[in-house]
């Protein structure tokens, strides 16, 4: 075998490979065997770490449910049941939220109060690679992709005018529906309020029977 001076003396190449290399040691996952998560109790590992992912746990839920989730999701309090306790909660929305046309007026407040949720210091844009960002918005269970854009000012600007069609568009229409409901409560009921968005050559544009 040839080597070259320098990896013999700094210790780089101890033989001609004959012997194995030794496997560097995996971080021993934490042992969550009898922990509770709210409803969730770890029963047992499923899948140890494996390149970088979290171990997966097979749990046993309060309503008798057995399922698996990741470590990470317990840890940091993403699962806290089977999904019982997620289906409960959306049972009773209705009791304090005001849903309609597949959006919660609720939320969309505090969406637009809340001016940071990632590492780009911006709601709704994302560094895809350096110098290079990416905005998305959602609305109506949908997820709109609003391009790429290599200036953050100019991608804020874009993700702030889709802001104001959808989201702050949709409140002004919901409110002004509800002072024509109010005056004609027999024309809501005839009347059902709707906002239908359609986005195409990343421009909205929205059908509604409230004047905004």
Not at 118 to 140: D, E, L, P
Not at 163 to 176: P, Q
Request: glycine share 6%.
């Amino acid at each position: 075998m040839l080597a070259t001076a320098r990896r013999l003396t700094g210790g780089k190449l101890l033989d001609c490979g004959c012997v194995p290399q030794a496997r560097p040691l995996q971080r021993r996952a934490e042992d969550l065997t009898g922990r509770r998560f709210d409803r969730a109790v770890a029963l047992c590992p499923v899948r140890e770490p494996h390149k970088g992912s979290s171990a997966m746990w097979r749990c046993l839920c309060d309503c008798g449910r057995e399922f698996e989730t990741s470590a990470y999701s317990l840890l940091n309090g993403f699962t806290r049941s089977c999904g019982c306790l997620t289906k409960e909660a959306g049972e009773k929305l209705h009791t304090y939220l005001h849903l309609t046309e597949d959006t919660c007026v609720e939320r969309l407040v505090s969406t637009q109060n809340n001016s940071r949720n990632n590492t780009s210091g911006f709601r709704g844009v994302y560094q895809i690679k350096r110098g290079t960002y990416r905005a998305v918005i959602q609305f109506q269970k949908k997820r709109y992709d609003l391009g790429c854009y290599k200036n953050f000012e100019e991608v804020v600007r874009v993700h702030l005018d889709a802001e104001d069609s959808l989201h702050a568009g949709f409140m002004r229409a919901y409110h002004d529906y509800q002072v024509k409901a109010d005056d004609n409560p027999q024309w809501a009921v005839e009347n059902p309020f709707f906002y239908h968005v359609k986005y195409a050559n990343r421009e909205f544009k929205v059908d509604t029977n409230a004047r905004i």
